[in-house]
Each structure stands twice: as structure tokens, then as C-alpha cells.
T-cell receptor
Framework: DTEVTQTPKHLVMGMTNKKSLKCEQHMGHRAMYWYKQKAKKPPELMFVYSYEKLSINESVPSRFSPECPNSSLLNLHLHALQPEDSALYLC????????????????FGPGTRLTVL | AQSVTQLDSQVPVFEEAPVELRCNYSSSVSVYLFWYVQYPNQGLQLLLKYLSGSTLVESINGFEAEFNKSQTSFHLRKPSVHISDTAEYFCAVSGSGGYQKVTFGTGTKLQVIP
């Protein structure tokens, strides 16, 4: 299995709703990422988990709450979002640091297209 | 700090014609360079990557890119494009070690005209 899966594919939510995005990989990768991509823009890094610990938070508002329950799963909990949060949310995973300067490729999922009304 | 510049936001080209998508980067340390492709309503797919070694890297679908350290460039080329190549192309840079944060360029929309 060499893919990253994301559910749901599409999500429409109101500003008072609570929802979650899910990302899963079974490649044994130990680093997982959340990116946000607005229309006609490049992906922007939000969070990085390494060995199930939050390693990077790119100053993301607290209405986005990541969670890594185990090495295969990554969730993004959403609460009280704004319409400007509408975007494609991409998950990626990587084998993880093995020390030195070796490089491991990031594998991207297909994304969840989120619309906030 | 690292950054990527893609000068062309859109590149229209006729089918079977050659194309070059330009990418320039800046970084104070050694970098890895990538081209990703994104088809409409889909995620990102890695097209090709430069890590070290030969400065010319090739993908399985006919694209190639050349790493030019003196010009800090990593331009993407294809000698003959197909309609199915219509997509958004992102150049990206990553540092070595650590969490290998990937920084993307603003993207170039390749529009192949029949």
C-alpha cells in the first residue's frame, strides 16, 4: 500500500459546526503533515507530526486542532471556522528522519475540499 | 530561509510543441528540488526530484529538469506536450535534514491547446 487516503473528499460546514478531517497511511511513515491550499495558490504548511508528536505549528489559529492518535492516522479537528478557511486541505506523509542528510519523499493524499458557509 | 520563484503563472502551448516552465530558487544551504503536478480537483503528485548526482533528472512521462547551481534554476521541459499534460505545476524546495519542510512556488498553469 503506497498511498495516503483522506476522508471526506468534500465537506460543507457552517461556522458553528464541529467537524474532523481524517488522513491515513499504511506505509510505516513516521512523519505526517497538514497543508492548506487556497484556490490558485500553492500549498501552505500548517502542522508537522513526527513520531506522533507535534513538531511544527505554523502559527495556525486554534480553531484548527490536529491530532495524531497513532502512527497511521492524522486528524484535523475543525471548530468555529470562518468562510476564508474554505480551501483544499492536503495531508502528506514521509518515512521520517533517519539521521544525517538523507532525504525521504513526501507522499500527498488527494485532499479534502472544505467549504465553510 | 528558502524560497522559490515561478515567473510564469500561465503557459499556453499547442499540442506537440515543446514547453519550458521556469523555476528559480534561493537558499543559504544545500537543497533538494522538486516538480509536483496537480490535475484539476486532485492532490499533488511528485513529477521528478533532484537530490544529488546528475544535474539532469527525468520523469517517466517525458518531462525533464536540469539543476543549474550557478543560475539557481531548476527549469522543467518537455519536447512535445500532450493534452493530458494540462495541469498546474509547482516547483518546490526542501532543506536537508530535520523535518524537511517543503516550500512551494506559486505554480504555473500549463494549458495545452489542441
Amino acid at each position: 500500500d503506497t498511498e495516503v487516503t483522506q476522508t471526506p473528499k468534500h465537506l460543507v460546514m457552517g461556522m458553528t459546526n464541529k467537524k474532523s478531517l481524517k488522513c491515513e497511511q499504511h506505509m510505516g511513515h513516521r512523519a505526517m503533515y497538514w497543508y492548506k491550499q487556497k484556490a490558485k495558490k500553492p500549498p501552505e504548511l500548517m502542522f508537522v507530526y513526527s513520531y506522533e508528536k507535534l513538531s511544527i505549528n505554523e502559527s495556525v489559529p486554534s480553531r484548527f486542532s490536529p491530532e495524531c492518535p497513532n502512527s497511521s492516522l492524522l486528524n484535523l479537528h475543525l471548530h468555529a471556522l470562518q468562510p476564508e478557511d474554505s480551501a483544499l486541505y492536503l495531508c502528506a506523509s514521509r518515512q521520517g528522519s533517519s539521521g544525517g542528510n538523507s532525504y525521504n519523499e513526501q507522499f500527498f493524499g488527494p485532499g479534502t475540499r472544505l467549504t465553510v458557509l | 530561509a528558502q524560497s522559490v520563484t515561478q515567473l510564469d503563472s500561465q503557459v499556453p502551448v499547442f499540442e506537440e510543441a515543446p514547453v519550458e516552465l521556469r523555476c528559480n530558487y534561493s537558499s543559504s544551504v544545500s537543497v533538494y528540488l522538486f516538480w509536483y503536478v496537480q490535475y484539476p480537483n486532485q492532490g499533488l503528485q511528485l513529477l521528478l526530484k533532484y537530490l544529488s548526482g546528475s544535474t539532469l533528472v527525468e520523469s517517466i512521462n517525458g518531462f525533464e529538469a536540469e539543476f543549474n547551481k550557478s543560475q539557481t534554476s531548476f527549469h522543467l521541459r518537455k519536447p512535445s506536450v500532450h493534452i493530458s499534460d494540462t495541469a498546474e505545476y509547482f516547483c518546490a524546495v526542501s532543506g536537508s535534514g530535520g523535518y524537511q519542510k517543503v516550500t512551494f512556488g506559486t505554480g504555473t498553469k500549463l494549458q495545452v491547446i489542441p
